[in-house]
């Protein structure tokens, strides 16, 4: 397991992709995403929001399947790519297309979880059986620990009228390894009776009613006060317990967190277009982590995972691609109850890997490569003399490979150029294009 080779409260605003690639494996504890759901929408908050200027395509194409993520796929996993392409036939080319761009990401976030890590992926109808099926292949059936059901109050209802109106969106939970992490969360639950009748006594934790609160009203007074006399044989104190609602554990439906997108009844709405409650990500991280552990957000958009985060003393990371993203982190953490001074980082860059130290290069490198190649190049297979034949790395510097014998190539020299500082994943796709 390596250390964490990003800041505490870092917001990278950059493709999640390099930046995934670019932290340490095994040093992340939980991950959210709340990635695009395939709906074919377009998505843009109100001009008069806090998130005002938010807007992006949720609309997926052939065309947005780049060739080298096909190419890493199919090298990396056969059994993912017939996933990605049964769904493509089963839906069409927009579900290859977008299960491509999530797929290659998720190889990245199964590197960086601990072995005592958790995902949560958050999605909706769309693609959740499609997403469930890429998961199984990719982490294992046997780490899939449950399908939560957020079931929504408020908002409006969505549906046409000859369907049953959608209220609910799918949480898809998965552990990295045999051992993880959870702290079974409880609920109170309070019916209408029990809450017309306690809820004006109900003291903070939203479920203790004390002897102290109830005392203007005779009737509960007196009912109280005789219990205590009863129980403990003395008077009442103003701490004594009145009356307390047991808690229940959480169950894979959830029916008590409400929607608060574009919502102004609830203050922390900024507008943003997919925003989720903060209450729903509290939830996750609490039973999910521990305090000081580190979560992850790939897609933190106007960061409700991070704030939830900062709340619960984890440690966090939040990546989007809009710069939207690191104002609303700040404006948040201002606006939030709860969380004090915030002082963060932000970084339009990528990180660096650190847990590929060199291994050091062989003083004869070129030579034991020449043999092994059969003094043909990699990339285009062409015979060369050895003079002619340039040392490349597999995985660039840039993109945290290491200066080592079993991450060294000989590339001839258009190939080298063509690569650059990109993996060899962009120069088959290349030479194909040249063939054709």
Same mark, same amino acid.
């Given at each position: 397991?390596?250390?964490?080779?990003?800041?505490?409260?870092?917001?990278?605003?950059?493709?999640?992709?390099?930046?995934?690639?670019?932290?340490?494996?095994?040093?992340?504890?939980?991950?959210?995403?709340?990635?695009?759901?395939?709906?074919?929408?377009?998505?843009?908050?109100?001009?008069?929001?806090?998130?005002?200027?938010?807007?992006?395509?949720?609309?997926?194409?052939?065309?947005?399947?780049?060739?080298?993520?096909?190419?890493?796929?199919?090298?990396?996993?056969?059994?993912?790519?017939?996933?990605?392409?049964?769904?493509?036939?089963?839906?069409?080319?927009?579900?290859?297309?977008?299960?491509?761009?999530?797929?290659?990401?998720?190889?990245?976030?199964?590197?960086?979880?601990?072995?005592?890590?958790?995902?949560?992926?958050?999605?909706?109808?769309?693609?959740?059986?499609?997403?469930?099926?890429?998961?199984?292949?990719?982490?294992?059936?046997?780490?899939?620990?449950?399908?939560?059901?957020?079931?929504?109050?408020?908002?409006?209802?969505?549906?046409?009228?000859?369907?049953?109106?959608?209220?609910?969106?799918?949480?898809?939970?998965?552990?990295?390894?045999?051992?993880?992490?959870?702290?079974?969360?409880?609920?109170?639950?309070?019916s209408?009776q029990?809450?017309?009748?306690?809820? *004006? #006594?109900? /003291?903070?934790? &939203?479920?203790?009613?004390l002897?102290?609160?109830?005392?203007? %009203? !005779?009737?509960? @007074? $007196?009912?109280?006060?005789?219990?205590?006399?009863?129980?403990?044989?003395?008077?009442?104190?103003?701490?004594?317990?009145?009356?307390?609602?047991?808690?229940?554990l959480?169950?894979?439906?959830?029916?008590?967190?409400?929607?608060?997108?574009?919502?102004? *009844? #609830?203050? /922390?709405?900024? &507008?943003?277009?997919?925003?989720?409650?903060?209450?729903?990500? %509290? !939830?996750?991280? @609490? $039973?999910?982590?521990?305090?000081?552990?580190?979560?992850?957000?790939?897609?933190?958009?106007?960061?409700?995972a991070?704030?939830?985060?900062?709340?619960?003393?984890?440690?966090?990371?939040?990546?989007?691609i809009?710069?939207?993203?690191?104002?609303?982190?700040?404006?948040?953490?201002?606006?939030?109850?709860?969380?004090?001074?915030?002082?963060?980082?932000?970084?339009?860059?990528?990180?660096?890997?650190?847990?590929?130290?060199?291994?050091?290069?062989?003083?004869d490198?070129?030579?034991?490569?020449?043999?092994?190649?059969?003094?043909k190049?990699?990339?285009?297979?062409?015979?060369?003399?050895?003079?002619n034949?340039?040392?490349?790395?597999?995985?660039?510097?840039?993109?945290?490979?290491?200066?080592?014998?079993?991450?060294?190539?000989?590339?001839?020299?258009?190939?080298?150029?063509?690569?650059?500082?990109?993996?060899?994943?962009?120069?088959?796709?290349?030479?194909?294009?040249?063939?054709?």
């Amino acid at each position: 397991m390596a250390e964490l080779n990003v800041d505490n409260r870092t917001v990278f605003t950059n493709d999640n992709l390099d930046v995934l690639r670019g932290i340490n494996s095994e040093c992340i504890d939980l991950i959210y995403l709340d990635p695009p759901f395939n709906p074919g929408r377009q998505w843009q908050a109100p001009l008069d929001s806090s998130a005002a200027g938010a807007v992006f395509d949720d609309v997926w194409a052939l065309d947005d399947m780049k060739a080298e993520w096909v190419d890493q796929i199919e090298a990396s996993d056969p059994a993912v790519w017939a996933v990605v392409t049964a769904a493509g036939r089963a839906y069409g080319g927009s579900m290859q297309a977008y299960l491509t761009f999530i797929c290659v990401r998720l190889f990245e976030m199964h590197r960086v979880l601990k072995q005592t890590g958790s995902l949560y992926l958050h999605c909706d109808p769309t693609a959740s059986h499609y997403l469930k099926s890429l998961l199984d292949t990719i982490f294992g059936p046997h780490c899939f620990r449950n399908e939560v059901i957020w079931h929504y109050r408020g908002g409006a209802l969505t549906g046409a009228r000859n369907v049953y109106p959608r209220k609910h969106d799918t949480l898809l939970f998965y552990s990295r390894g045999s051992q993880w992490t959870f702290h079974q969360p409880r609920e109170v639950d309070i019916s209408e009776q029990m809450l017309s009748r306690w809820g *004006r #006594y109900l /003291e903070d934790d &939203g479920r203790t009613v004390l002897y102290g609160s109830i005392k203007h %009203e !005779r009737a509960e @007074e $007196a009912r109280s006060r005789r219990r205590v006399l009863r129980t403990f044989g003395r008077e009442p104190r103003d701490d004594d317990v009145a009356f307390e609602v047991n808690p229940s554990l959480v169950r894979s439906v959830w029916t008590d967190i409400p929607e608060v997108r574009n919502n102004p *009844r #609830y203050k /922390e709405s900024v &507008g943003y277009p997919t925003q989720k409650p903060l209450v729903l990500l %509290e !939830r996750i991280i @609490e $039973a999910s982590t521990n305090a000081g552990d580190v979560v992850l957000d790939p897609f933190c958009g106007c960061a409700t995972a991070c704030i939830a985060a900062e709340k619960l003393e984890r440690q966090w990371i939040g990546i989007d691609i809009s710069n939207l993203a690191w104002d609303l982190v700040n404006r948040r953490m201002t606006e939030t109850p709860g969380v004090g001074l915030f002082r963060g980082h932000h970084r339009v860059d990528h990180p660096i890997r650190t847990d590929q130290a060199s291994a050091g290069v062989s003083p004869d490198i070129r030579e034991t490569l020449y043999d092994v190649q059969d003094g043909k190049c990699v990339g285009c297979g062409d015979q060369f003399r050895m003079r002619n034949l340039e040392l490349d790395h597999i995985t660039p510097r840039s993109k945290g490979g290491r200066h080592s014998d079993d991450n060294l190539q000989l590339l001839c020299g258009w190939c080298n150029r063509t690569k650059g500082n990109r993996d060899m994943n962009y120069l088959r796709v290349r030479l194909r294009e040249v063939e054709d």
